[in-house]
């Protein structure tokens, strides 16, 4: 129905940077919103930030550890969610997994899908 492809994760030292970047695709109606989650060994999967998709929008929320270090950006042509992570921390060492809440082509409601998750590694 729906795939999030991720791709950018990797091993960075600390104080460097990476662009994690989702790319959905499939029978897609239309997109309200995207982001990204992260998971650390041991621990639950929590929120890192999300944009608002579509014309009108662009909207964006952020946990606090991440603001000011992290920016989320889209590109409505390319259909695609960017995740620019700078001045990188051991302890964003994590599995970064995209979603998106999408309303298919063949219903009326949106649901969140899931990506595979991209494994993001800080060295310090």
């Known amino acids: 129905q729906v795939q999030l492809v991720e791709s950018g994760g990797g091993l960075v030292q600390a104080g460097g940077s990476l662009r994690l970047s989702c790319a959905p695709s499939g029978s897609i109606f239309r997109i309200n919103d995207m982001g990204w989650y992260r998971q650390a060994p041991g621990k639950e999967r929590v929120f890192v930030a999300r944009?608002?998709?579509?014309?009108?929008?662009?909207?964006?929320n952020y946990a606090d550890s991440v603001k000011g270090r992290f920016t989320i950006s889209r590109d409505n042509d390319k259909n695609t969610v960017y995740l620019q992570a700078n001045s990188l921390k051991p302890e964003d060492t994590a599995v970064y997994y995209c979603?998106?809440?999408?309303?298919?082509?063949?219903?009326?409601?949106?649901?969140?899908?899931w990506g595979q998750g991209t494994q993001v590694t800080v060295s310090s």
């Open positions: 979603f998106a809440h999408v309303r298919l082509t063949t219903e009326a409601v949106y649901r969140n899908y």
């Open positions: 944009i608002a998709v579509g014309a009108v929008g662009g909207g964006t």
